[in-house]
């Protein structure tokens, strides 16, 4: 077949069937590709109400939802008495990303609640996994009656309980939450494989009797809810490794009121002090070495200003770790939001590990600051 | 002829341009940096700018550069910079308590501040690592400015400092008053912390001291 030397080239039926072909090819690699950005998860607007937020079972404040399993810190973290309950509920089918010990990743549509209570029930804090992947942070306000808990104002409720007169609980901000749960993969704070683990520290100031039914470490393995995680060191059980049975207390209780904000990898990582337990470390606290004999940037207000310690062995009453969490001075008190009553029971422990426990100072005691 | 007047032409092109390369990589121009780095060290120099116009027009100035007496009268002492309250004027217990309608009571230098909070100093906003905020990042810097606590999670920031008011600043704008900050010169001046109320009020009724140990 000759082409006629007047039609153009690309007219000619076999250039045409050509063009076609190739048109066609690279129409289904369009169709097969898809540039267009994925839509974005739709995520719902916070509940209103927390009985909308699936914790408790259908028509009751009480008795909580299927596949709502309470769940119990060994080392608490101290909110003025407050009495808690915790519970956590995971997408069925879904387990927890567990080979960092230390740093458990939470599959999405996680959702984690805690209640608090100063003789009523005063609020219910949510931490919940978003189908983006992100977290959202949201508190309940129960009415003085208990028959039912709103959703609080994202700049929290001042003066939600009156804890003695002139004194009161506050509902915190959502900023504030950020304050402890922000500058980590997870926020979640107190679901963890040290806090969970099956051998509970007896002497853990606060220490709670998990209710009937609680998960812990063990169960969560049973129950197929913790993917790759590692046996540590042989162990049967994390335990915090301590000379003593008081200062494992003590340093879990530093470790589970200190360590969100003060960590090695944290957002104040350059102030070098930490608290946390790594149980990927060998489950040692880095406590003494950031805090025995070092000196602080922290002045005490009013002091000379000369130079600190974090801890004085032998002497509570010149170490500031032990001086700032008997404080509830605002300006100076550990921890700084949270709490304005300070933990009795936790100094009378703080103090006898400092005085009794720990060696002989490294550092001459100082005297008094004031 | 003609073809060697184009040669000298060219070969004369080349020079001036080598020259004037030459002379924009001595003088740090940005223009002899490669596009990518060029674009950056621009975006760079506008954040700075509007790190700068925001610092100067925020009143950040009027409270953390320390006021001191010159033949005509207060001034800020722009020797200091943003460095807060100088560590030499020490204060050790707030001012007696004005009388209503009167609450606040403010130093000369105008760095020092009390009032029913207690005795509020303005923080050392220089780039020094031990004293300031050389430290700081920039999240951190966010952080505190929107919840109103030291290092973004720390103790309350105290009145006047009106973090309630800088907290709706955009992040591009905060970040630009970061970077203004951090390409100050550095001074070290170490703030006091804050002092209590002489009187504690109701809502904190624990004083600075700490229960004496058993």
Same mark, same amino acid.
């Given at each position: ?99 960092? =010990?230390?740093?458990?990743? +939470? =599959? ?9 209570? +100063? ?17 959202? +942070? ?13 959703? !609080? ?51 853990? =100031? ?38 003593? !049975? ?13 360590? !969100? ?52 062995? /032998? ?22 939001? /949270? ?32 | ?54 610092? @100067? ?16 009268? =207060? ?23 004005? @009388? ?11 760095? !020092? ?64 008053? +970061?970077?203004?900050?951090?390409? @100050? ?30």
């Amino acid at each position: 077949m000759t082409r006629d030397p007047a039609t153009p080239a690309f007219e000619t039926p076999a250039l045409r069937g050509a063009c076609l072909a190739v048109a066609g090819l690279l129409l289904l690699a369009g169709c097969s590709r898809d540039d267009t950005p994925p839509e974005p998860p739709t995520i719902a607007a916070l509940a209103e109400t927390l009985a909308e937020t699936g914790l408790y079972a259908p028509g009751s404040l009480e008795r909580v939802a299927d596949g709502v399993l309470p769940y119990s810190p060994q080392y608490p973290l101290w909110t003025d008495g407050a009495a808690k309950r915790r519970w956590i509920r995971l997408p069925v089918g879904t387990a927890i990303e567990a080979s960092d =010990p230390d740093a458990w990743r +939470f =599959p999405v549509g996680t959702k984690l609640w805690k209640e608090f209570a +100063f003789g009523r029930r005063v609020e219910t804090r949510l931490l919940e996994r978003l189908a983006d992947g992100t977290w959202r +942070f949201a508190a309940y306000a129960w009415s003085p009656d208990g028959r039912e808990a709103t959703l !609080a104002p994202e700049a929290g409720v001042r003066r939600a309980h009156m804890l003695r007169p002139g004194v009161f609980h506050d509902i915190p901000s959502r900023q504030d939450c950020l304050a402890c749960h922000g500058g980590r993969r997870d926020p979640v704070l107190g679901f963890t494989a040290l806090q969970l683990s099956p051998d509970r520290d007896p002497l853990a =100031p606060h220490a709670e009797t998990p209710e009937p039914g609680s998960v812990d470490l063990a169960t969560l393995k049973d129950r197929g809810w913790l993917d790759g995680h590692p046996r540590l060191d042989g162990e049967a059980a994390p335990r915090i490794a301590a000379r003593s !049975a008081r200062e494992r207390a003590a340093l879990g209780y530093l470790h589970a009121n200190c360590a !969100a904000c003060h960590t090695a990898g944290g957002p104040l990582a350059d102030l070098g002090l930490a608290f946390d337990v790594r149980l990927g470390d060998g489950s040692a606290s880095p406590t003494l070495a950031a805090t025995l004999g070092r000196p602080a940037r922290f002045r005490w207000p009013g002091a000379a200003a000369d130079t600190a310690l974090r801890l004085v062995a /032998g002497h509570p009453e010149t170490s500031l770790l032990y001086r700032r969490a008997a404080s509830r001075d605002a300006a100076v008190q550990m921890p700084p939001l /949270g709490t304005k009553t300070p933990d009795t029971e936790a100094l009378e422990l703080l103090e006898a590990w400092i005085r009794e426990d720990l060696a002989e100072p490294v550092h001459p005691p100082r005297p008094p600051e004031e | 002829m003609h073809r060697s007047a184009v040669l000298l032409l060219v070969l004369l092109g080349f020079l001036i341009a080598g020259v004037a390369v030459a002379l924009s990589l001595k003088e740090g121009d940005p223009l002899g940096a490669p596009p990518r780095e060029r674009a950056r060290s621009d975006e760079s120099a506008v954040r700075l700018a509007r790190g700068a116009y925001i610092v @100067q027009t925020a009143g950040c100035m009027d409270c953390h550069v320390p006021w001191k007496m010159f033949d005509d009268g =207060p001034g800020p002492d722009l020797s200091r910079g943003l460095s807060g309250h100088p560590e030499a004027f020490v204060v050790s217990a707030p001012p007696p308590e004005p @009388q209503l309608p009167w609450v606040m009571t403010s130093a000369a230098t105008n760095t !020092a501040w009390a009032g029913p909070w207690g005795v509020s100093f303005t923080a050392n906003l220089t780039p020094d690592k031990e004293t300031g905020i050389g430290s700081w990042t920039a999240e951190m810097f966010r952080t505190a400015i929107r919840t109103g606590r030291h290092l973004g999670r720390g103790r309350p920031i105290l009145p006047p400092m009106p973090w309630p008011m800088y907290r709706h600043l955009t992040d591009e704008d905060l970040d630009a008053v +970061f970077a203004y900050l951090q390409s @100050q010169p550095a001074v070290k001046n170490r703030v006091p912390e804050p002092l209590p109320p002489a009187a504690a009020p109701a809502a904190a009724p624990s004083s600075a001291e700490p229960p004496a140990p058993h």
